[in-house]
């Protein structure tokens, strides 16, 4: 749905202001949504159906690029039709090997994602799959599911949820296990979760669910480890993959990520195959951190689906309080930050990023440059990035909606861009807002989340360099 600007004029001897009018028709647009049936931004489930899901019948062990472009070939017709095209990895670049220009190619008005009159369908899809805040209390049960903790440390082990697949005799079946990851601030209590466990289990996956340091039920037993949005979860992860590779019925691992899951997503299959030293890591922060043990984790891939890319402008547009009628996501992304630093005991909580680690290893003077340093996939004000994606040797796949909201989709292009590991691609949708991949598109959406993870037929990491 899209409105055109107000104009202007005078009628009956008024004045008719554009701002008021917006104003007005965004209060009316608002109740309308919310009033409406089946309320086009409150939480939904989105269930698989597994008679309407496709198996790309892909030719066997290709690397996540090439395919991407046979999966896309035989998974397009899935998509609504659109009068934008779907973008593959090489499109993202012109022939010089620059990022092309999002905002022509799609005649966005980046300024206006977050208005209701421009992006009502992005809005809309973002907001059902994702969930309210859950505070402390635990997610109610999924059926075939049980709590399990993933051990980390002597001092930490992860909150979790797992299914084991099983065959029509009812015995736990061999197969790849994928582990799940939540949002910003956010546990197992999303919906989204729970459709997407059950249906990765129901099709012959086993499924892990994590809350990480500092979400869910991790953070109410130990409430003093803080979560470090990314630094220590990456390497947590890793060890993820090794308790769970250590289970018998579990042949490989992968990993899904959506959002700020989708950095700590990115964040693992970077740390799997970085170098010891790497610039992104400057030498005091290489003395905090753990070493990692050798092996091979997230064998079967890692899809990640709009993840957060220029996290510096995010942080920077968190920093002030946000309206929800100008900027509705980043109001509601500020309410959630609040709540959960409440939860957390912070002193006078804000909606701002740029405080909300308070891990005890990180003290020394100069740790918060290196922790964005860390974090840093795009150059920043004069600050550079290091190519983190060129050391990625795990199938690893990102998908992006056009209409983000919230993580701009030139980020994808300026990220994709003379890039040229073999094991990582993208593909952008010219819909789905952020992460509101299932509403806007549900048996594509599952077709190629199981496509991806199909242990013959699904990418394979490219030989080693």
Known sequence: MHFHRARRHRASGLCYCPDLTKVILATLLCAFATAAPGCYFSEHSFPIDADRTVRANTPKNLTTRKWLVSAHAELKDLLPRHHNPVL??????DPSGRPIDMVSTYSLEPDKLESMFYNWTGLSYSA????????NTPAPEWPGFVDVWAPINPELKLAARLGMARGPDGKVISADCIVLLPGLCGGNNVIRQRDLAASLKSSGLHVLAVETRGQGQTAVRYPDVACTWGLFESLDLLLVADWLQAKPMVRRTGLIGFSWGGVHAMLTAWSEGRPGEHPSISPRLSQTLPNIPPGQRYQAGVL???????VDVLAEKLATPQSYLMHPFRAGLQRTIKNWKTLRGFPNPTGSLYDVVRCKKLTYDGWRDDHRRFLRFLPYKGEPSYNQFADVRVPMLLVHGVNDPVAPAQTVAQLTAGLKNPNVATIVLPTGGHIGFAPYAKDWYYSMILSFFDPI?????????
């Open 128 to 135: 059902q799959v994702t969930g309210a805040d859950a505070g």
């Open 88 to 93: 593959l990895t090489e499109d993202l670049s």
């Open 304 to 310: 990640v689906f709009s993840p957060i890319l220029d």
């Open 457 to 465: 037929r699904g990418p394979k990491p490219a030989p080693r360099r």
